[in-house]
């Protein structure tokens, strides 16, 4: 690796301190933000994260158009005509999600793995306000990022679609019918607006769910395992369960309730509301944060 | 001054530390001796609030650790160098330690001065040896200015001139009036840096004592005396309340024998009363090395099967060097 020259004879005698401040919270956020900017997993899980959304939006958006063009037209490019903001919003971002979830999770378990944890208990002896200012940091940095990253792919998609005149056939009263159909969207549109708003608030609340987890189960590859079980697998099989009862289970799990909020029309039989839907996601990652906190002080570190 | 009450740690059916009180005092350095898996840090990562002990607590300055609103201005800590992100830099690890205590970002510069490692501290840690990541734990002992310091074997992985300098620091320190508590296995090391010794074996207290009298009162003094007329000056020393041991016999050199209840003036006045050649007539001082060897050989947690205390009559390097070690602290 590296090689590092052996360290100059020092000294032995050091000045005193400043008196220096009282730090409170406002400086153990600047300590948490120190930690997060200061190592390259951050920065690469970030370009990742905007570069798999952004490009995957265009990449699959023009794709699909495509495939409209030569007539080729499937049960999955349909979405693109009859909601193109949820196809727009749910393709780059649904694939760069996973980084969030990545990110979540390392922003803690490397303390753990590193043993930088111990470092920073000693620092901060009650423990769970490093909890608190790593989750706050994590969390604006992640909806500046997730935003940011949220109205880019939004407007990758309207500019390809935007004006875009796709034929439809139809079979109505005996005859076949023809009817052009062009597509719009715009940011004015009801809900869209919310729609993509809502995608950047989604991935922060994301991100914290997957800090939460990476918090209880202290192992890099256990957690990133567990969240994107969850998210991927888990939460969206659910949707299988029987009845009206499994209708229920699955409306208020985590994300599948989370991301009623990034789409800007309901599905039929959707249970909750978009908003409805945020607060579910929210009530359950505040509860995981709480049950991390909870483990964080009474296990030994 | 650190004061632990009846500390207790079990890790499901192993007890690490077994009901252990101690006081270290200010202005010297204590030193905490034990083999490995004697439960040291295990200790001191219980008086840091680190882990949770079944029983007992520990102040520092009268308040447990986890009551210390800036810690790292009280208690500067040395748990273990490779505490840190290997992906981040020194500089950047003491920044945010500085940044939760409130201390301004020239402190990380000064500390760094402190260690040596200002050039290289914007690297990050990963490239470091053991030693530099040594003395990037050092640096952040050190940050807030603490009047107490513990150090979990600090000269792991430093070089002769590492170990020197931070010998010197330590009593730099403890001469400021600081709480030194530094653990090691080494006790060679100790007996020139510590003033008083905590030995523990098994997560038990086995002395407590100033270094010199740890070795005065756990070793046995003997005298090696050699001469060609052996037999007839052991019957005198044991006429004389001495007891001598026949030692076995070196090649072409004349027999010895080991004495003890006698100093060694006494038997070179029997001798010569009696007209008695002498070839060699030697005070065989323990060494702290032995000293802890008999203290713990109870205690050892991975012992092999040789015996833990080696036989007194050849004189081992660690006896040579301890005639003079201890008394060599400053």
Redesign the interface.
Known sequence: ??????????????????P?????FG??M???W??IR????TVWTLIIFAVVSMGLTGLLTWLTLNALNNGRRRASAGGIITDPVNFILGTGLGLGQLAICVLGVLVIT??YS???I?????????RYPVMLAKGLVFAALVIVVGEIVAFASFFIGEALVNGHVVTLHGVQAGHVISVNHTITVALSQPGVTRAVVGSGLYLTVLGLFALAIGGLIRHTAGAITAVIGMVLVIFPLAGLLPDSWGAHVHAYLPTVAGQLITADKPTAGQLLSPWQGFGVFCAWTALLFGAAIFVLQ?R?? | MIEAQDLTKRYGDKLAVDHLSFKVEPGRVTGFLGPNGAGKSTTMRLMLGLDRPNTGTTTINGRRYAELAQPLRTVGALLEAKAMHPGRSARNHLLFLAQTQGLPSRRVDEVLDLVGLREVARQRVRGYSLGMSQRVGIAAAMLGNPSVLLLDEPVNGLDPEGILWIRNLMKHLASEQRTIFVSSHLMNEMAVTADHLIVIGKGKLIAESSTQEFIERSSEKSVLVRSPDAEALAGLIAAEGGKAIPQDPAEGRAAALSVTGLDAPRIGEIAAANRIVLHELAPQLGSLEEAFMEMTADSVEYGGDTPAVPPRTSPSPFTAASTTSPGSSQ
């Open positions: 690796m590296t090689s590092i020259s052996p360290p100059a004879p020092a000294a032995t005698t050091l000045p005193a301190p400043a220096g401040h009282r730090a409170g400086g153990l600047l300590a948490e120190t930690k200061s190592v390259r997993s490397s303390e590193t043993g930088a111990r470092s920073s208990l000693l620092a901060v002896p009650r009474r030994d570190a």
